[in-house]
């Protein structure tokens, strides 16, 4: 009787260490699958359930939904000029300002194509570029080229900082 106690006692001990394999194995096929990826896109599944929670319906930012023919007018045009604000107002005062405006997405293009960092922080061999190390925050793989990635990095990252810049002045700068 004594023993079956004992039989009673050890199977949660053993269910419970059987489920935190479990738990283990799972979050290892996890990390291996998206290993550095942080951004997903929402299974097909849940998106039917109610398509319009999950699309952006003004403008897209970023490569999942950059090529969405109803984000495309006129929105990438108010993407487009407020990056093109952000260029002209840093090279405000200079000589040739189109020029300087020119240089300068230049540099920035030429900066997200060679700068590097170490891939080991990033799960990869040697070095990666700053436009790789954004392809892998994606779990899906981009069907974008680098010059697009670079492209698409560059102008949404110039009118997110030009809407908050405008929305500050906008709102706290009011003389």
Do not use: W
Not at 70 to 98: C, E, S, W
Not at 111 to 128: D, F, Q, W
Not at 147 to 157: N, Q
């Amino acid at each position: 009787m004594s023993q079956g106690g004992n039989d009673d006692k050890q199977a949660p001990k053993i269910l419970t260490k059987t489920i935190g394999e479990k738990f283990n194995d799972g979050t290892e096929k996890i990390k291996s699958l998206y290993s550095f990826a942080r951004i997903y896109k929402v299974p097909e599944d849940l998106r039917k359930l109610n398509e319009c929670a999950y699309t952006p319906r003004l403008i897209a930012i970023g490569p999942l939904y950059q090529k969405g023919e109803h984000l495309q007018k006129p929105m990438q045009d108010v993407k487009m000029d407020y990056a093109n604000r952000l260029f002209l107002r840093l090279t405000i005062g200079m000589a040739d300002p189109d020029e300087k405006k020119d240089k300068l997405i230049q540099e920035c293009v030429e900066e997200m194509k060679k700068r590097t960092v170490k891939a080991k922080k990033y799960n990869a061999e040697g070095e990666v570029t700053l436009v790789d190390m954004a392809k892998k925050y994606y779990a899906e793989e981009l069907k974008l080229d680098d010059d697009e990635m670079v492209e698409m990095m560059l102008i949404d990252g110039c009118f997110i900082l030009e809407l908050l810049y405008v929305y500050y002045h906008t709102n706290y700068c009011q003389v």
